[in-house]
């Protein structure tokens, strides 16, 4: 599976940016994908996820602003930034995960390209 994250770009605070995602593979429509989030000096933390039936989970930190959402006849996933704050600032990139009840887990394979997102204040 390849991944090619787009749509990042400086936004001052308050904006909002439109992530997408177009992932390769004729399967696609049964993947659970999720967007993670890598900043300076910090570790990558899972931002949001959406199962292959179209049920989300966010973060904490950003539920209320973000969308997660997902076009299968593109093979595309999005990831809707509103409200956007100085420590939103990151590399964000999309991954297939693996999702059983609650725990959300990575699936094997590479990251493939980030996006970068940065916020001014």
């Known amino acids: 599976v390849q991944l090619q994250a787009s749509g990042g770009g400086l936004v001052q605070a308050g904006g909002s940016l439109r992530l997408s995602c177009v992932v390769s593979?004729?399967?696609?429509?049964?993947?659970?994908m999720g967007w993670y989030r890598q900043a300076p000096g910090k570790q990558r933390e899972l931002v949001a996820a959406?199962?292959?039936?179209?049920?989300?989970n966010y973060a904490s930190s950003v539920k209320g602003r973000f969308t997660i959402s997902r076009d299968n006849a593109k093979n595309t996933v999005y990831l809707q930034t509103n409200s956007l704050k100085p420590e939103d600032t990151a590399v964000y990139y999309c991954?297939?995960?693996?999702?059983?009840?609650?725990?959300?887990?990575?699936?094997?394979?590479?990251w493939g390209q980030g996006t970068q997102v940065t916020v001014s204040s």
């Open positions: 593979g004729s399967t696609f429509s049964t993947y659970d």
């Open positions: 991954k297939r995960v693996t999702w059983y009840g609650s725990t959300i887990s990575l699936y094997p394979g590479s």
């Open positions: 959406i199962r292959s039936g179209g049920s989300t």
